[in-house]
T-cell receptor, first 113, second 114 residues
Framework: DQQVKQNSPSLSVQEGRISILNCDYT??????FLWYKKYPAEGPTFLIS?????DKNEDGRFTVFLNKSAKHLSLHIVPSQPGDSAVYFC????????????FGQGTTLQVKP | EAGVAQSPRYKIIEKRQSVAFWCNPI?????LYWYQQILGQGPKLLIQ????????DSQLPKDRFSAERLKGVDSTLKIQPAKLEDSAVYLC????????????FGNGTRLTVT
């Protein structure tokens, strides 16, 4: 049972343009969502998060949008840079439930110079 | 601050052999996690410790996997005997608290079972 889904395995964008990564979830009990970035041979690193009481959170070039009714969140990167090329994982949890994160399958982003 | 340390980085074993992984979390982090990441999938939680107590091990295959966190600091994850489907990257992560703080991951151990 895949509770967090990232349906696009890969995405390619031109440097300077916007990257939009999407994530869907099925469990309405999730109330906290995170994005992690992973470079090859490294562990995932925390990028940005959003609580279910918000619909948007912004940190520099990164913005996460949450649509609770659609059970959908997205990560926008503007402008995209070649160094953003990595695998991006969406993760979700029930904040009251021990902090256990459920991860999506990941989307590989390639930003072309 | 120093990050989460894991060793070894790579391990190749034959099926039915045993293997152990080691993790040293960020200093002061009370919560420690072991995740399994199979190629093409997202990380899956195997076990979560709060200090030296187990909080969640619902997805740990207890017939072959075991983990301990002595003195609430370092942790080891063991597989005995290994199966082909155990081939994966094993990620250790730690967080300051169980709630409300992001996980910090180590670089992982890539296990290949032949």
């Amino acid at each position: 049972d895949q509770q967090v889904k990232q349906n696009s395995p890969s995405l390619s964008v031109q440097e300077g343009r916007i990257s939009i990564l999407n994530c869907d979830y099925t469990n309405s009990m999730f109330d906290y969502f995170l994005w992690y970035k992973k470079y090859p041979a490294e562990g995932p690193t925390f990028l940005i998060s959003i609580s279910s009481i918000k619909d948007k959170n912004e940190d520099g070039r990164f913005t996460v949008f949450l649509n609770k009714s659609a059970k959908h969140l997205s990560l926008h990167i503007v402008p995209s840079q070649p160094g953003d090329s990595a695998v991006y994982f969406c993760a979700a949890k029930k904040e009251s439930n021990t902090g256990k994160l459920i991860f999506g399958q990941g989307t590989t982003l390639q930003v072309k110079p | 601050e120093a990050g989460v340390a894991q060793s070894p980085r790579y391990k190749i074993i034959e099926k039915r052999q045993s293997v152990a992984f080691w993790c040293n979390p960020i200093s002061g982090h009370a919560t420690l996690y072991w995740y399994q990441q199979i190629l093409g999938q997202g990380p899956k939680l195997l076990i979560q410790f709060q200090n030296n107590g187990v909080v969640d091990d619902s997805q740990l295959p207890k017939d072959r996997f075991s983990a301990e966190r002595l003195k609430g600091v370092d942790s080891t994850l063991k597989i005995q005997p290994a199966k082909l489907e155990d081939s994966a990257v094993y990620l250790c992560a730690s967080s300051l608290e169980a709630f409300g703080s992001p996980l910090h991951f180590g670089n992982g151990t890539r296990l290949t079972v032949t």
